[in-house]
């Protein structure tokens, strides 16, 4: 599993986004209910920002600011820093820590068809790594029949 599009093939092409209308308090409502640490915004089928936890924690409970009444285009953040089906696991974890995000949309052409996030990453890499180590031992004992 090396690419964008196979962790997707794993993983599913799931999205869960909310409009940018939303008050702060229904997004957290829906991260709670879907166990996500982030939502992507999307307005008349456009991604236009990206909420996350963060967003809230520093934009609402240190603002103290309140979630009913702010809405979530008052704190998503519109710079969207996404990825492609063909990219590999190692360029979306440079990615991350180059952006400092734990969510990247994954966009087809201008079709969002996906999201990965942090642990994602960290679970096709370890399944890359352990793929590898198995092939590796394989040719150490010479037991080439073992797949
Ligand atoms: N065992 C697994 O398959 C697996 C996969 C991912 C994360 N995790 C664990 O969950 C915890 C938190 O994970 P995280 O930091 O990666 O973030 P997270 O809690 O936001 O993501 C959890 C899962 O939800 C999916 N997700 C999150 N937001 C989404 C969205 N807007 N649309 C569609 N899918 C969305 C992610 O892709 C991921 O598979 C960590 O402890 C991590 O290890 C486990």
Request: glycine residues 6%; neutral net charge.
């Amino acid at each position: 599993m090396n690419t964008v599009k196979q962790v997707l093939g794993t993983k599913g092409n799931q999205i869960w986004s909310i409009t940018s209308d939303k008050s702060v308090y229904a997004a957290l409502e829906m991260m709670a209910e879907k166990e996500s640490g982030a939502l992507l915004v999307v307005d008349n089928n456009q991604l236009v920002g990206i909420i996350s936890e963060r967003d809230y924690a520093r934009k609402v409970i240190l603002k103290g600011v309140s979630s009913t009444k702010t809405l979530v285009r008052d704190i998503m953040s519109t710079r969207v820093t996404y990825v492609t089906p063909e990219m590999t696991i190692e360029e979306c974890m440079a990615l991350m820590t180059d952006k400092r995000c734990r969510h990247l949309p994954v966009m087809d052409n201008d079709r969002l068809i996906g999201v990965l996030s942090i642990g994602d990453l960290v679970k096709a890499s370890i399944a890359q790594k352990e793929f590898l180590i198995h092939q590796l031992e394989n040719y150490i004992s010479g037991d080439f029949t073992a797949a």
